[in-house]
């Protein structure tokens, strides 16, 4: 059940409380007692209901991101919808917080636990696919799926079908919906809020199992509630079952240009949109970054130091692949670009689409010891020459090292700023800060792909204004009135005495 409007309207901005130690425990005691069933079986226990101090850490703490860790008190690992929603139950009844762990490679803090420690659901482990409708061009599946194997079963079936949503490799089609997600495709196929989540099956923080349309290709059945819960970040619900929507898997070949600065290539990818070519991808790497690949990448090429853009091109046939390198190459020349390659095999391409991927591993190996914050910022593509000028002269005015990536086709660019001490951490988080008010300025956003998590939500007023944040906190408190559900993130907080990372809100 909801809760009355009135209720909502009052208090939006009250803290929520939590269940003390005490009731903490006795949660897991009943979480223990649920999982074991009617055998009482310890190894039960051990799989579905883990108190083990590894497993805690596991789950409280990441590599990907620069927050102070903080473990969960317990970890579950369900199988079923219906085992969701007991977690949820014990959850609500002793007031404990709840946080989802999945695919773990989120990068703005997403999945740390609540100050007070809570339950962490991994739902990594719910990863079967149910159904494949090849007719349809759908699949239905439990959110532990992770896009690479789903890409890799519908191969080995022979299916001509793909998900083109592509974040980091190891990403789960839940946390790639409860991020609101995108990749290097996005420039030809979107992001996870177009439409290729058909529906979610979802329990909600009162218990309550909700499918949030059917499997039709499209439906005008009141409004969207699968968009309510792609970018939620796990702060509204649990998500334990989806469809989404395939696309017909075409040939695809890469090429990469150099260029004489960002700005140039910039305008060749408005061109080379404009020609309507066959563009997959087109992303835009500066020098630092070329330098880190040629350093220590992957495969053994090695690249003319210079701001680039790789491209992949997608055909239905190798000729209408050969006639979009030809148009791309005419465009990128036109724009002073210079030393065109187009890969001449498919382990060619692969290899150049590799290095371009690794561009997060590449970029930290530059400064041996350091740990990368990455983030990402999104503007309207026109403006993108002027952030990244602007950013790089700001990068090295600050003194610090940071590799530049862009989904340069979409406006979306990351950087992945380099530090070892804390005095450098400081200088990078005002860094990140000049960043992304930067983009805000340029009618853009503080994210445009990774999230809020605990990282950006800071400048969501700034972003979006107060009215629009505020109806965000109303949709929060009717649907998760104790504030359970991930407390801490996406929701700006609400006096400066709050929301440290892992605290309330
Ligand atoms: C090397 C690297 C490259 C990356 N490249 C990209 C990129 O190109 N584009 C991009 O968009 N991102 C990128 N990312 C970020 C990351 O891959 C995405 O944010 C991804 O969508 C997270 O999915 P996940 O399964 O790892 O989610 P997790 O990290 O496990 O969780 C993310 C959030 O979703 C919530 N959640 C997870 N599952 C559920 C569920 N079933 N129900 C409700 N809430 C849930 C969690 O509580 C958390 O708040 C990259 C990360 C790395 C490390």
Same mark, same amino acid.
């Given at each position: 059940m909801l809760y009355p409007p009135r209720r909502i309207l009052e208090d939006t901005n009250a803290p929520p409380k939590f269940g003390s130690p005490k009731d903490i425990a006795n949660a897991i005691d009943e979480l223990k007692s649920a999982f074991t069933g009617e055998t009482g079986a310890q190894e039960l226990v051990n799989t579905k209901v883990s108190t083990d101090p590894d497993d805690l850490h596991t789950h409280g703490f990441s590599e990907n991101d620069h927050f102070p860790g903080m473990s969960p008190s317990v970890v579950i690992y369900p199988s079923t919808t219906e085992e969701v929603a007991t977690i949820v139950r014990i959850a609500t009844k002793y007031k404990v917080p709840i946080t989802v762990y999945s695919g773990a490679t989120s990068l703005e803090g997403h999945y740390r636990a609540h100050s007070t420690g809570g339950i962490c659901v991994d739902?990594?482990?719910?990863?079967?696919?149910?159904?494949?409708?090849e007719e349809d061009s759908d699949l239905v599946c439990q959110p532990g799926a992770r896009w690479m194997d789903i890409n890799e079963i519908l191969k080995e079936k022979g299916?001509?079908?793909?998900?083109?949503?592509?974040?980091?490799?190891? =990403?789960t089609i839940g946390g790639m919906l409860s991020t609101g997600c995108s990749g290097t495709n996005a420039v030809r196929y979107g992001t996870a809020k177009g439409e290729w989540f058909l529906n979610a099956t979802v329990v909600l923080p009162s218990g309550e199992v909700i499918k949030?349309?059917?499997?039709?290709?499209?439906?005008?059945?009141?409004?969207d509630l699968t968009k309510l819960f792609i970018g939620a970040e796990g702060t509204l619900g649990i998500v334990t079952e989806v469809t989404i929507r395939l696309a017909p898997l075409l040939p695809t070949t890469v090429a990469v240009v150099q260029f004489p600065n960002v700005q140039k290539a910039t305008e060749a990818v408005a061109d080379v949109l404009n020609t309507g070519v066959g563009i997959q991808c087109v992303e835009l790497v500066d020098d630092i970054f070329i330098d880190a690949i040629n350093r220590?990448?992957?495969? =053994?090429r090695k690249y003319p130091v210079a701001d680039s853009l790789f491209f992949k091109f997608q055909g239905p046939t190798p000729a209408s692949l050969k006639e979009t390198a030809k148009i791309v190459k005419a465009v990128a020349e036109r724009h002073g670009g210079t030393g065109f390659q187009l890969a001449r095999t498919k382990e060619d391409a692969d290899a150049l689409w590799a290095d371009r991927k690794n561009a997060h591993y590449a970029g930290l190996a530059i400064m041996p010891g350091a740990k990368g914050w990455p983030t990402d910022v999104c503007v309207p593509v026109s403006k993108l020459p002027q952030l990244v000028y602007e950013t790089k002269r700001d990068i090295a005015a600050a003194g610090l090292l940071s590799t530049i990536v862009g989904h340069v086709g979409d406006g979306n660019f990351h950087a992945l700023i380099l530090f070892k001490t804390d005095e450098e951490r400081e200088r990078t988080k005002a860094l990140v800060s000049r960043m992304v008010k930067r983009a805000i300025a340029l009618d853009g956003t503080c994210t445009g792909e990774h999230g809020v998590g605990i990282g950006k939500k800071e400048y969501l007023v700034e972003e979006l204004g107060e009215g629009t944040v505020q109806l965000m906190k109303t949709i929060k408190k009717a649907i998760d009135p104790l504030g359970i559900f991930n407390p801490g993130k996406l929701y700006p907080d609400d006096s400066p005495s709050q929301g440290k990372p892992g605290e309330d809100h």
């Open positions: 739902m990594s482990t719910m990863d079967r696919i149910i159904a494949i409708h299916i001509p079908l793909f998900f083109p949503i592509d974040p980091a490799p190891g =990403a949030t349309r059917r499997r039709s290709r499209k439906s005008s059945a009141g409004f220590y990448g992957m495969s =053994a």
